[in-house]
């Protein structure tokens, strides 16, 4: 008994040490990630503000013309520019809107068939195939929204006699859409799939059918994983480049038509950092506020999903 205490008190002192150490690891990871994240913030908004010196913030918000072609070196000819926002964020908001109108009910919809009515060896199979659309590169979407869409809605346009752009926003977005379903669906299926099971047999004990739980009970007790999973698919609708430089084009126009040809804000922010001009020129500099813009808004729909996420927590409770 002696010696069983001994070697107890023996080994306290190693796993108070190691549970230190452990601590110590946890808390520089956590200290890297936050260090990074106010690097990133504080590069953006340095240059956003070098930016917003040259050009007026009013006319970068509120401008309905996005022309950033100013002359990019000393002594060479080019005109003022113009930087109004408006139809970068019209773009990405049109683009968004019908990736997630074709993703959100696609996905939700295939992650309650997995987890309520497909038998394990459906779900075994089905499951994997779904997950192999988000290891696809979004190039080979691109290919795809060039190569076979985009012509078959011109076809379909010409045949009711509709104009559509050889680059539209449909295109992209469906594709976009097909894209960003297994972020939806994976995520939705583990959340559904972790809901406790008695509160299904509850629901069916009171008189319910398997729809009706799944739609008052399994749902909505759900919600708040899923709206996460929602969250996470427009944040990668929202940053997409490839697909939208493919299908939807550059050109910037203030549309909302679906059909005609727009571009997104990630797009022009790559246009605008590549090739040759100066570092200090408003056009490179728009990139800085573009992604400061983007950042804030995203700030924002972070927000209005955690309220969502509360109010559904807090009627469940």
Known sequence: MITLV????????SKSLSGKLVTWLLWLSSLVSILVTLSIVFSVLFEALRFFKVINVTDFLFGLHWSPQTAMR????????????????????????????????????SAIYLSEY????????????????AGIPTV?????????????IRSVGNAIGVSIASESALSAGLVMGVMIIPFISSMSDDII?????????????LGATQSETIKQVVVPAAMPGVMGAILLAVSRAVGETMIVVMAAGISANLTFNPLQSVTTVTVQIVSL????????????????????????????????????????KARNE
């Open 6 to 13: 001994q070697r107890r008190s023996s080994s306290s002192p």
């Open 74 to 109: 000393a002594g060479q000819s080019g005109s003022s520019g113009s930087f109004g926002v408006v139809p970068l964020f019209v773009g990405t908001l049109l683009i968004t809107f019908i990736a997630l109108s074709v993703a959100i009910p696609t996905g939700l919809m």
């Open 118 to 133: 497909a038998t394990k060896r459906t779900r075994s199979v089905l499951k994997p195939l779904l997950e192999i659309l």
């Open 140 to 152: 080979v979407y691109g290919y795809f929204a060039i190569v076979l869409l985009a012509p078959f």
């Open 193 to 205: 799939t972790a809901i406790p099971r008695h509160l299904r047999e509850a629901s069916y004990a």
């Open 273 to 312: 950092l590549v090739g040759d001009q100066e570092f200090d020129s408003p056009k490179t500099l728009a990139a800085f506020a573009l992604g400061l813009t983007l950042l804030c808004i995203t700030l924002a729909l972070n927000v209005v999903a955690l309220v969502i996420v509360k109010k559904y």
